[in-house]
């Protein structure tokens, strides 16, 4: 704790130290903070997660998303900016095994999470099959979709394999099986302005038929 | 986007009592329409009471027989549930047909029932909507309508709900089950809690500010060919244009709800009642009070063709 005399202090201490005093100046009242439930908020929190494997303790303004803690914050910048609203599959991410768009979630909600960036699934010299593939196939032009179309692709062949029905399943009481038609509908959250979606269909179906 | 304060609630009623003490909170569940908004100014909530942690992801069996679902279940996860798939196979098809999988891993079932519309204007914060700003106008009557509600709608708002997961609630009769900050519990029908826009299009239903939905209840199975056909500008990743959401007996009788025609899913009985007739006499009924715009006159005959398809789907 800082010393009562200590002249810069700074807006955070104040809050606390307001907390175990009555506040008896208006500057506490106008700060950062709110009351709920009888404890004093922030626009800050703390939270920690695992990064392709590595832990990662951050104290974030809370309206950090997770695509710009991954980002700006954590400066694994594979993951991208495209839309920022959802609709162009850019920032696909991987936690506890299922894609999500990191645009349209919260950094502070993902304590304890588990997750996996394009960076972790492979990298030069040991790259995931999905990445060798999409490299074989020309399942890209310019190169920006390219890791919310990898992430996403890895994932969809797990949710196949989980069971997970979509759009196109035929029978929802049967499991659905690996064809081009469950793939570009399962690949529809990833928007590629080149238009190298059949190169991505012929990669994703080949890692699929090596692991089948 | 504004600051706000954040905070992951620990159980049903702390996140019902926390909503309770700061009119300006609002839950977070899945996010993803919230932060879409919060990112415009468009929602300016304060406090964020997060609760996704608090136990509300689960699907279970009622004691009558039908099926509990708790709000925070995924969509991902509520249509690839056996029971939903063999029994509300409606439910399952209608979630798959809306949005991405990447967002279907996120979005809720609450979440899914009180996601906004999506009309442009609400969207453009340069523009006049009633919706966002209680009366500063109209921009889509008179202005682009084509994704427009036809019937139902009134002079402040033409706006459409855009949820497909409600089409089915809508058609299988679910209950939406609430806590309020006193921890008094409710239970509302789904055909009582959308409301019609009026004058008040920015009160979309009929929660109090603050209540929390803990579940929505399915009843017991009723069985019938269950098809959900969504006609839309391309074949996946987007919106409805229409869509017919429908249980069909093989007696020919059966349930339609349509969506992409109103500000709340679209279901009239005495139109059900017309369904032995064929699916124009049913579309007839069903969009009898239809005041389409220019623009979107063409979803009029666009339910009649698509209740078609699905009746001699239903029959085939
Ligand atoms: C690009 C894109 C395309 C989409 N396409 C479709 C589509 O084709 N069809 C379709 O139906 N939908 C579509 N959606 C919308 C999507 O389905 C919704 O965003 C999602 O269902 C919202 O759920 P959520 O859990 O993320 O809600 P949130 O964003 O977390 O919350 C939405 C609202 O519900 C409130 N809320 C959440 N939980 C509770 C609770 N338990 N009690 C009370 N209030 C609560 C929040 O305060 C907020 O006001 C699309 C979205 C995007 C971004
Ligand atoms: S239709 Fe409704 S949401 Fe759209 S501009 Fe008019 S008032 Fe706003």
């Given at each position: 704790m800082q010393s009562p005399n200590q002249l810069e202090i700074s807006r955070r201490d104040l809050l606390i130290s307001s907390t175990a005093t009555v506040?008896?100046?208006g500057v506490a009242a106008d700060g950062a903070a709110a009351q709920s439930a009888g404890k004093i908020m922030d626009h800050t929190t703390k939270v920690s997660f695992t990064v392709n494997g590595e832990r990662r303790d951050l104290d974030l303004d809370n309206r950090t998303t997770l695509l710009d803690a991954l980002r700006e914050h954590l400066h694994l910048t594979g993951t991208k900016k495209g839309c920022d609203h959802g609709q162009c599959g850019a920032c696909t991410v991987i936690i506890d095994g299922r894609r999500i768009n990191a645009c349209l979630t919260l950094a502070v909600m993902h304590e304890g999470d588990q997750i996996t960036t394009i960076e972790g699934l492979g990298e030069p010299g040991n790259l995931h099959p999905m990445q060798a593939a999409f490299i074989k196939h020309d399942?890209?032009?310019?190169?920006?979709?390219t890791p919310g179309q990898i992430c996403s692709s890895v994932a969809v062949l797990e949710e196949i394999k989980a069971n997970i029905p979509s759009h196109v399943t035929g029978d929802l009481t049967r499991q659905a099986h690996v064809t081009p038609a469950e793939i570009r509908e399962r690949m529809s959250g990833n928007i590629c302005r080149c238009g190298a979606y059949s190169n991505i269909l012929d990669a994703i179906t080949e890692v699929a038929g090596t692991r089948a | 986007m504004r600051a706000f304060t954040y905070e992951r609630a620990s159980s049903v009623e702390a996140a019902a009592k926390a909503a309770a003490s700061n009119p300006e909170a609002k839950f977070i569940a899945g996010g993803t329409n919230l932060l879409d908004l919060m990112k415009l100014e468009i929602e300016t909530p304060t406090h964020l009471i997060d609760?996704?942690?608090?136990?509300?992801?689960k699907i279970e069996p009622t004691q009558d027989g039908g099926l509990r679902i708790g709000a925070l279940v995924r969509n991902t996860d509520l249509a690839a549930h056996e029971t939903v798939r063999r029994d509300y196979g409606l439910l399952s098809r209608a979630l798959l047909a809306g949005a991405s999988g990447q967002l279907r891993n996120k979005a809720s079932t609450a979440g899914n029932l009180l996601q906004r519309t999506r009309c442009p204007y609400f969207y453009d914060t340069n523009q006049p909507c009633n919706k966002r700003q209680?009366?500063?106008?109209?921009?889509?009557?008179?202005?682009?309508?084509?994704?427009?509600?036809?019937?139902?709608?009134s002079e402040a708002c033409i706006a459409t709900n855009p949820s497909d997961m409600a089409i089915a609630m809508r058609a299988l009769d679910a209950v939406v089950e609430t806590v309020k900050g006193d921890g008094s519990r409710r239970a509302i029908p789904i055909a009582d809690f959308h409301r019609l826009?009026?004058?008040?299009?920015?009160?979309?239903?009929?929660?109090?500010?603050?209540e929390m939905i803990t579940a929505v209840v399915l009843p017991p199975p009723i069985g019938g060919r269950q098809i959900y056909r969504k006609v839309r500008d391309r074949a996946s990743y987007a919106f409805a244009l229409v869509s017919v959401g429908a249980v069909i007996q093989s007696n020919g009788t059966g349930r339609i709800a349509v969506g992409g025609v109103a500000h709340k899913p679209w279901r009239v009985e005495a139109a059900e009642a017309e369904l032995p007739n064929g699916a124009r006499a049913a579309a007839h009924v069903l969009l009898a009070d239809a005041r389409p715009t220019e623009e979107n006159r063409f979803k009029v005959e666009l339910v009649e063709r698509t209740l078609a398809a699905v009746v001699s789907e239903a029959r085939g």
């Amino acid at each position: 704790m800082q010393s009562p005399n200590q002249l810069e202090i700074s807006r955070r201490d104040l809050l606390i130290s307001s907390t175990a005093t009555v506040a008896v100046t208006g500057v506490a009242a106008d700060g950062a903070a709110a009351q709920s439930a009888g404890k004093i908020m922030d626009h800050t929190t703390k939270v920690s997660f695992t990064v392709n494997g590595e832990r990662r303790d951050l104290d974030l303004d809370n309206r950090t998303t997770l695509l710009d803690a991954l980002r700006e914050h954590l400066h694994l910048t594979g993951t991208k900016k495209g839309c920022d609203h959802g609709q162009c599959g850019a920032c696909t991410v991987i936690i506890d095994g299922r894609r999500i768009n990191a645009c349209l979630t919260l950094a502070v909600m993902h304590e304890g999470d588990q997750i996996t960036t394009i960076e972790g699934l492979g990298e030069p010299g040991n790259l995931h099959p999905m990445q060798a593939a999409f490299i074989k196939h020309d399942g890209f032009q310019c190169g920006y979709c390219t890791p919310g179309q990898i992430c996403s692709s890895v994932a969809v062949l797990e949710e196949i394999k989980a069971n997970i029905p979509s759009h196109v399943t035929g029978d929802l009481t049967r499991q659905a099986h690996v064809t081009p038609a469950e793939i570009r509908e399962r690949m529809s959250g990833n928007i590629c302005r080149c238009g190298a979606y059949s190169n991505i269909l012929d990669a994703i179906t080949e890692v699929a038929g090596t692991r089948a | 986007m504004r600051a706000f304060t954040y905070e992951r609630a620990s159980s049903v009623e702390a996140a019902a009592k926390a909503a309770a003490s700061n009119p300006e909170a609002k839950f977070i569940a899945g996010g993803t329409n919230l932060l879409d908004l919060m990112k415009l100014e468009i929602e300016t909530p304060t406090h964020l009471i997060d609760v996704n942690d608090i136990g509300l992801d689960k699907i279970e069996p009622t004691q009558d027989g039908g099926l509990r679902i708790g709000a925070l279940v995924r969509n991902t996860d509520l249509a690839a549930h056996e029971t939903v798939r063999r029994d509300y196979g409606l439910l399952s098809r209608a979630l798959l047909a809306g949005a991405s999988g990447q967002l279907r891993n996120k979005a809720s079932t609450a979440g899914n029932l009180l996601q906004r519309t999506r009309c442009p204007y609400f969207y453009d914060t340069n523009q006049p909507c009633n919706k966002r700003q209680p009366g500063s106008g109209c921009s889509a009557i008179g202005g682009f309508s084509r994704q427009h509600a036809v019937i139902g709608t009134s002079e402040a708002c033409i706006a459409t709900n855009p949820s497909d997961m409600a089409i089915a609630m809508r058609a299988l009769d679910a209950v939406v089950e609430t806590v309020k900050g006193d921890g008094s519990r409710r239970a509302i029908p789904i055909a009582d809690f959308h409301r019609l826009p009026g004058d008040t299009p920015h009160i979309e239903t009929v929660l109090e500010p603050g209540e929390m939905i803990t579940a929505v209840v399915l009843p017991p199975p009723i069985g019938g060919r269950q098809i959900y056909r969504k006609v839309r500008d391309r074949a996946s990743y987007a919106f409805a244009l229409v869509s017919v959401g429908a249980v069909i007996q093989s007696n020919g009788t059966g349930r339609i709800a349509v969506g992409g025609v109103a500000h709340k899913p679209w279901r009239v009985e005495a139109a059900e009642a017309e369904l032995p007739n064929g699916a124009r006499a049913a579309a007839h009924v069903l969009l009898a009070d239809a005041r389409p715009t220019e623009e979107n006159r063409f979803k009029v005959e666009l339910v009649e063709r698509t209740l078609a398809a699905v009746v001699s789907e239903a029959r085939g």
